[in-house]
């Protein structure tokens, strides 16, 4: 059985300049998770909590098309790409196309 899906995943650094406090950065983070969730990723800070002025994000979406990750990935790439802070890293991958499932996962 041939099972059609692509995963997309996003990880990210981001360097805010001139955050003192967890508190200075804290509503762009909330508007760039909020609109990538709305963009259909499921997000998650990774990374030490206590380093102010910087930020891990990890970001996955998945599609049973290989173009709409791509798609995805692209309007991802495009909102993090932002003046309000400084993108350090930034690594886009896709995963999972066209997996053939062993005959024990198919019934």
């Known amino acids: 059985m041939r099972l059609d899906y692509s995963i997309g995943l ?9 955050a003192r406090t967890l508190k200075d950065r804290r509503s762009h983070l909330r508007s760039l998770r ?8 499921s997000v998650a800070q990774t990374g030490p909590p206590d380093i102010v002025s910087r930020t891990w994000l990890v970001a996955v979406t998945a599609s049973g098309s290989r173009s709409m ?10 909102l993090l790409d932002q003046p309000v802070w400084e993108l350090v890293f ?17 019934s």
């Open 69 to 78: 990750v791509g798609r995805n990935l692209d309007r991802a790439r495009e």
């Open 10 to 18: 996003v990880r990210a650094e981001l360097y805010f300049r001139g």
């Open 90 to 106: 930034l690594s886009l991958d896709i995963m999972g196309d066209g997996e053939t499932l062993p005959e024990w996962e198919t």
């Open 34 to 41: 909020d609109r990538l969730e709305n963009m259909g990723f």
